[in-house]
């Protein structure tokens, strides 16, 4: 970028120092880390998504180098091209080249970004495939089982090895804030801000909504027990209907109103009252008459007496309360 100065000549703009820069915090490159591990794990989901219809077990035996070939693909158009993973890039970050002797900034080389998909994926995979060459290099026979116990012994010496290097260069991330993964340190990588001179617009909207939804929920958790649904639907009814509509209702309503339960809406099983003119299973109004000592009737909202079983005077009568009402 030119500025022009005094007298209309044009100079240069002083590029990034890196030095200078403001150091990335520990916790903004181990979320990068761990928003790429959350990127390939979504993209082998949607990949295996669609063989869901094939052979069960169809991509187990090359699921060690599809993997590989996938975290392959995610480097060339991400790190590959723009010296950034997709994680760096959501939090404004990107690689810089250590090995540079210049102190401004350096992107990384083919070499480098090569490296760094090497140092990855490789041993993933051999740690997926270790198992599988030994099988192909112990075909039998004495000599093929010292060959093959000699190959265990090396690999897991040198997966404790590389084991023990990742807990030392996470110790050291963690006391100096550089590399966090061994693969960065091996090949000089070291993450810094892509916009330094940007200035961070810390607002706490989200957090604000995220913190007041969930006192909301909490409050209706603990407030929905406490509410008597059924009263209030009694109560709405009481109004709705004016009073003693709903009684008036059961009363006039002809033989439908008889044939179902006040409660559950089905025909009702060994029919009991309680008062009013409306029928109610016995387990209905039992059950709740035990749950609740202030029982009301739930379609005309009158208060609910002692049930009591309803009084068959005609095979197709039902006497409630001296009134005689048909069923057919």
């Known amino acids: 970028m030119a500025l022009e100065g005094e007298g209309g000549v044009k100079r240069s703009a002083p590029a990034v ?25 979504l993209v082998w989901t949607q990949f295996s998504q669609c063989f869901h219809n094939c052979r069960p ?19 060339r158009f991400t ?4 010296s950034a993973t997709v994680g760096q890039s959501l939090l404004s970050l990107r690689y810089h080249n250590t090995l540079s002797p210049s102190p401004r900034y350096r992107p990384l080389s083919r070499r480098q970004k090569l490296g760094l998909a090497l140092l990855t994926a490789g041993p993933r995979w051999l740690k997926e495939r270790s198992h599988g060459l030994l099988l192909r290099l112990s075909p039998g026979g004495a000599a093929s089982e010292r060959d093959g116990g000699l190959l265990r012994k090396i690999l897991s010496l040198v997966s404790g090895v590389a084991q023990l290097a990742t807990l030392l260069n996470f110790l050291a991330f ?52 406490l509410v008597d ?60 008459s035990v749950a609740d000592a202030g029982l009301t009737c739930p379609r005309c909202g009158a208060e609910a007496g002692r ?16 009134a005689a009402v048909g069923l057919d």
């Open 57 to 75: 077990g169809l991509l187990t035996p090359l699921e060690p180098e599809l993997k590989a070939l996938l975290h392959l693909l995610l480097w």
């Open 174 to 225: 963690l006391r100096k804030g550089r590399h966090p993964a061994l693969a960065e340190r091996i090949v000089g990588a070291r993450a810094v801000f892509s916009q330094p001179d940007v200035a961070r617009d810390v607002t706490y909207q989200y957090m604000n909504r995220e913190l007041l939804w969930h006192g909301f929920a909490e409050f209706l958790i603990f407030l929905l027990p």
């Open 229 to 288: 649904t059924r009263k209030l639907k009694a109560a709405v009814f009481s109004v709705v209907l004016g009073g003693d509509g709903g009684d008036r209702a059961g009363a006039t309503g002809g033989p439908g109103a008889w044939k179902e339960c006040g409660l559950c809406g089905e025909w009702p099983t060994m029919p009991h009252a309680v008062g009013c003119r409306h029928v109610f299973c016995y387990y209905c109004i039992k059950s709740h």
């Open 17 to 41: 120092d890196t030095g200078a820069q403001t150091p990335v915090l520990r916790i903004s490159q181990l979320d990068a880390l761990e928003l790429d591990s959350s990127l390939e794990q």
């Open 307 to 322: 049930p009591e079983p309803v009084k068959m005077e005609h095979p197709n009568m039902l006497k409630i309360k001296g």
């Open 79 to 82: 790190l590959y091209s723009r």
